[in-house]
């Protein structure tokens, strides 16, 4: 089906290279593995969610984004605004991988004293563009930054990534109301429709019915994609760059827990970590890697 | 700092202006000297005075609907994109409504947003209690980062709005519908964290802010002819509150009645009483809304009403004097 849509959508040609995607299907793999190593050596967090969404915070950060890890400062750099926060350890295991701080820190996750808090904190770890944790409200934070951008006569690009629990929040259609008012065609935002959320399937917690018809309702440029297809994910940025005036949001149909056979579509898994035996497995699943201790 | 023509009280028949109408006022003169200065509002810029700054600066002001939880998420994220911004709407919706919003977006990560609060307190008037916010002070002041400030009059508000716009950080100002009577002496000069002693006094120190600060300048006037020195303080910074000043008068005077238009819980009243109950034990009095919402009636029916009056504070030190 990738195949299709992608031959569909670009005369056959994918708007990377077979190598390109490998190379972020790969970043996206030890991604995979750090949030298995970090959420085992807390003790707690969110693995689901975080194997969720890998591959769409790989492809941002080894592709897509504009941004110097030596200068996370830099005032044309491209934002990342994670607003499903619980997804913490994928950001952090980027934000390591592509050298904004040792990954020998990412084992301090969630311990007293570390910059890696349970949920990002701007203030404290270089690379985090804005704190969340409290769902619902990085949408809001992210159609700030976008008007910033453009009252100051920046080209830097917004991205944005929620949940599709998430977006039972009534401040998600709040604000997706309002970027599509304003016209913030600098503003891109994924949704990880990994379909299951703390008490169950969103389906029967409470139904969210179409994302994509509700965002296209309030005026969004709107794509369905798989979230966990490198080349998808990356389409989706080019196809947002080239909608002028108009937000553009990304459905992305993901897998909970991706990557982790026993961890896929297991809703227990959101907010759970392995125990060392079940870390050990789900390396192994994940494939080689230079492990963190 | 002792001002003698404050001494007599708010002039009977001096010009009263509402301190959103400053607050109107300061945000045009900001917008012209600080490019970086954006407004935003949630349907209410006729009511909160940011339409004068929207129609001088349109391309800086966003009004995002009757949505205040975006409100705060959107002023935040413009802070983060480098600007300064000042999001307004009523204090009921500012501190209440969007209470999380003003929380983990603003406060936790300590943006420079300036939420700029109008129609506090019971002095709303007719629309009664789901409008008057009682509690907004109680709210704020609880966050780390958050600075409170209730300014008295319009010069302090101006001084105040032109302050915050250049103290980095979150900043909370408490603003009213209510025209208020000038309370600050000539040369005034307003500074976050220092409150002014409008008159020297002691046998009791009255310690207000906002609209409080000129019915406790009436009261000293009334206890003046009963022979008892009153102290008044204008406490327009809640937080961080002036230790120092507070101490002192009540150091000086022994006790000490505190007056806001506020819930006597949580809010300047309750301030106070934490500061002097570890650094210097005395009676305190507190004049408020005492723990009950407000209701609808003209502004100053309602003061009468919940005793936000100078006989009222009169009252509470006599009835300190009988201990």
Same mark, same amino acid.
């Given at each position: ?66 941004? %110097?890890?030596?200068?996370?400062? #830099? ?45 990002? %904190? ?59 008012? #304003? ?15 703390? %008490?169950?399937?969103?389906?029967? $917690? ?13 005026? #969004?440029? $709107?794509?369905?994609? %798989? ?32 990557? $982790? ?7 227990? #898994? ?24 | ?10 002039? =009977? ?19 012209? &000297? ?54 307004? +709407? ?10 999380? /919003?003003?929380? /983990? ?9 300036? !939420?700029? &609060? ?10 009664? =209690?789901?409008? /008057?916010?009682?509690?907004?002070? &109680? ?24 302050? =915050? ?31 002014? @002693? ?12 906002? !609209? ?6 009436? =009261? ?7 022979? !008892? ?5 204008? *406490?327009?910074? !809640? ?5 120092? +000043?507070? @101490? ?23 301030? *106070? ?21 407000? /209701? ?28």
């Amino acid at each position: 089906m990738n195949a299709e849509r992608r031959a569909a959508g670009r005369g056959g040609t994918g708007v990377i290279s077979d190598r390109r995607a490998e190379y972020l299907e790969e970043k996206a793999r030890l991604i995979r593995r750090r949030v298995i190593e970090m959420t085992a050596a807390a003790g707690s967090g969110h693995p689901g969610g975080s194997l969720s969404s890998a591959d769409i915070i790989a492809a941002l950060y080894f592709h897509v984004m504009r941004i %110097d890890p030596g200068n996370p400062g #830099w005032e044309d750099r491209d934002r990342f605004v994670l607003s499903k926060g619980h997804a913490a350890p994928a950001l952090y295991a980027a934000l390591a991988e592509r050298g904004f701080f040792d990954p020998s820190e990412l084992v301090t996750l969630r311990r007293t004293g570390s910059r890696l808090q349970g949920h990002p %904190d701007c203030r404290k770890l270089p690379g985090i563009e804005a704190s969340a944790g409290s769902l619902g409200q990085g949408l809001s934070l992210a159609n700030g930054i976008a008007l910033a951008g453009r009252l100051r006569g920046k080209s830097y690009r917004v991205f944005v990534l929620l949940g599709d629990g998430e977006c039972q929040e009534g401040q998600v259609w709040e604000a997706a109301m309002s970027a599509a008012h #304003w016209k913030l065609g600098n503003l891109a935002a994924f949704v990880d429709c990994n379909g299951l959320q703390i %008490d169950g399937p969103v389906e029967e $917690v409470m139904s969210l019915k179409s994302p994509a018809e509700k965002f296209r309702a309030f005026g #969004w440029n $709107v794509l369905e994609i %798989d979230g966990h297809d490198a080349r998808q994910i990356v389409e989706a940025v080019e196809a947002a760059g080239r909608a002028k005036g108009v937000p553009t949001v990304a459905v992305a149909h993901t897998v909970k827990g991706r990557g $982790v056979s026993f961890m896929e579509n297991q809703v227990d #898994w959101h907010g759970k970590a392995p125990s060392p035996e079940q870390a050990e497995r789900a390396l192994r699943e994940l494939g080689e890697g230079r492990s963190l201790r | 700092m002792t001002h003698e023509l404050n001494a007599r009280g708010p002039a =009977a028949g001096s010009p009263k202006t509402a301190t959103r109408e400053a607050y109107g006022k300061a945000l045009v003169e900001l917008g012209r &000297a600080r490019p970086d200065v954006v407004v935003l509002d949630a349907d209410l810029s006729k009511s909160t005075m940011t339409a004068r700054f929207a129609r001088e600066f349109p391309d800086r002001f966003y009004n995002v609907g009757i949505a205040e939880q975006n409100l705060m998420g959107t002023a935040a994220g413009l802070a983060l994109g480098g600007l300064t911004p000042f999001a307004s +709407t009523f204090a009921v919706f500012a501190a209440g409504r969007a209470y999380d /919003q003003v929380r /983990q977006s603003i406060a936790y990560p300590g943006l420079n947003v300036k !939420i700029c &609060a109008t129609h506090a307190g019971i002095t709303v008037g007719a629309d009664g =209690a789901t409008h /008057q916010a009682i509690e907004d002070i &109680a709210l704020m002041r609880v966050l780390p980062n958050m600075t409170v400030i209730v300014p008295a009059d319009d010069v302090e508000t101006e001084q105040a709005v032109k302050t =915050a716009a250049s103290h980095e950080g979150p900043v909370y100002i408490r603003l009213g519908r209510h025209p208020v009577p000038r309370v600050t002496p000539e040369g005034y000069e307003f500074e976050v964290g220092k409150a002014t @002693v409008l008159r020297q006094g002691d046998d009791v120190a009255l310690v207000a802010c906002g !609209i409080g600060v000129s019915i406790a300048l009436s =009261a000293a006037e009334m206890l003046a002819a009963r022979g !008892i020195r009153a102290a008044v303080l204008n *406490v327009s910074t !809640i937080k961080p509150l002036d230790a120092r +000043t507070i @101490v002192s008068a009540a150091e000086r005077c022994g006790r000490v009645v505190t007056i806001e238009e506020h819930s006597t819980i949580g809010g300047l009243g309750g301030a *106070v009483c934490e500061l002097l109950s570890e650094r210097r034990p005395v009676a305190v009095r507190r004049v408020g809304v005492p723990d009950v919402f407000g /209701q609808s009636g003209p502004p100053d029916e309602l003061l009468r009403f919940y005793g936000l009056t100078p006989e009222n504070v009169v009252s509470a030190v006599e009835e300190m004097e009988g201990r």
